[in-house]
């Protein structure tokens, strides 16, 4: 069945740097949009960035512009959350998401601290 598999969470200090990556199976990722999402303890899950089937346009949180860059290989299944000069607000649970898959997959954490 379609799935996503998260990964590249981690402890990073404040100004550093991820990329988290998320792998898509059971279904033709080159064909869908694919986004990021995260979900702060105490928040609700919020939309990070996004691109398009091909990976030609993109969007991003206001939060994020300048520092998140979302891109994809879809030769190799998979979509990437590059994150720069990442900030304490930062940390949460990171999510990707397929209008091809229902649900939400493990995650993966991101904590910025000091």
């Known amino acids: 069945q379609a799935q996503l598999v998260e990964s590249g969470g981690g402890l990073v200090q404040p100004g550093g740097s991820l990329r988290l990556s998320c792998v898509a199976s059971?279904?033709?990722?080159?064909?869908?949009?694919m986004s990021w999402y995260r979900q702060a303890p105490g928040k609700e899950r919020e939309l990070v960035a996004a691109?398009?089937?091909?990976?030609?346009?993109?969007r991003y949180a206001d939060s994020v512009k300048g520092r998140f860059t979302i891109f994809r290989d879809n030769a190799k299944n998979t979509v990437y959350l590059q994150m720069n000069n990442l900030k304490p607000e930062d940390t949460a649970v990171y999510y990707c998401?397929?209008?091809?898959?229902?649900?939400w997959g493990q995650g993966t954490q991101v904590t910025v601290s000091s």
């Open positions: 059971g279904f033709t990722f080159s064909s869908y949009a």
């Open positions: 691109t398009t089937s091909a990976g030609v346009a993109t």
């Open positions: 998401t397929s209008p091809r898959v229902n649900g």
